[in-house]
């Protein structure tokens, strides 16, 4: 088992920032590709961003790219999200989570540990 647990979340004004962490623990952090997903009111939870063991590839969905940056340091266990430049659709609840498969996944149902999520309101 992985748990992994999100922080940094909250209200912040349009074209504001904010960096979201996940502490992970249990097993070995670097042997899992990390994601961060989101969920809107009413609507699929979604992908935002992953990034593989080592940190050298990231993915990122169309309506970040050049604003948030997925990150992590495997000496703490913790993977990070700066997201800059903030949107009202931006506003979320934002999920980490820990996939053993190969590749870096995008989706949902190849990451196997989730994170309980922390609140992410944008403002306009």
């Known amino acids: 088992q992985v748990q992994l647990v999100e922080s940094g979340g909250g209200l912040v004004q349009a074209g504001g920032s904010l960096r979201l962490s996940c502490a992970a623990s249990?097993?070995?952090?670097?042997?899992?590709?990390m994601g961060w997903f989101r969920q809107a009111p009413g609507k699929e939870r979604e992908f935002v961003a992953a990034?593989?063991?080592?940190?050298?590839?990231?993915f990122y969905t169309d309506s970040v790219k050049g604003r948030f940056t997925i990150s992590r340091d495997n000496a703490k266990n913790t993977v990070y999200l700066q997201m800059n430049s903030l949107k009202p659709d931006d506003t979320a609840v934002y999920y980490c989570?820990?996939?053993?498969?190969?590749?870096?996944?995008?989706?949902?149902?190849?990451?196997?540990?989730w994170g309980q999520g922390t609140q992410v309101t944008v403002s306009s």
């Open positions: 249990g097993r070995t952090f670097s042997n899992y590709c």
């Open positions: 989570a820990a996939s053993s498969s190969v590749g870096v996944p995008k989706t949902e149902s190849r990451y196997d540990f």
């Open positions: 990034i593989s063991r080592t940190g050298g590839i990231t």
